[in-house]
């Protein structure tokens, strides 16, 4: 009697525990997402590739980023520097991840940008970028601060760039 009382105590805790593992693993619903706010569209030309090859680590392109515009909503509009390439690297699946260093001219004053963009081509053959600004002029101080993502398609000589500030959602 003893031990089928302690049996049905053993079996309600066992089926409670289950019932607390089972609520766990329902999908719980999901944070607020970032919002993203768009910074600019880009047409940056290229010059042709000069291939590097299959290296000891990777099969590296360097294609030179040689002009362009970019413009955008707020205040973020000029031209691509003659003075920047992408040092790319095609990874042993085949998959291409830009490795690029340019930079810009915003507005009339011509304030200097750098860029330096990092990602991966994804499967419909757009490419998603990792993207940070540096620049000490005031009026584009706050893209320092910024965090970036750019989605990439490109042309013939040329690339189209769309990229976008992420936004934390409000607290
Ligand atoms: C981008 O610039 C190239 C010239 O470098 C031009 O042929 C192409 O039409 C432009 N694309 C867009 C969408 O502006």
Redesign the pocket.
Known sequence: MKFSSDLTALLSATSAALATCAASTNTPSPPPPPTLTHLYTM?C?LAPAITIGDGPIYNRVAIPIVG?TFSGPRGLSGTIADLGADWGVTDKHGVFHPDTRYHLYAGAEKAGIFVQTAGSAQPDGRIQLRMVFETGHPDYYWLNYVVAVGILTA?D??V?IDAWQVNSPAL
């Open positions: 047409n030309t362009g042309g000589g040329y189209l």
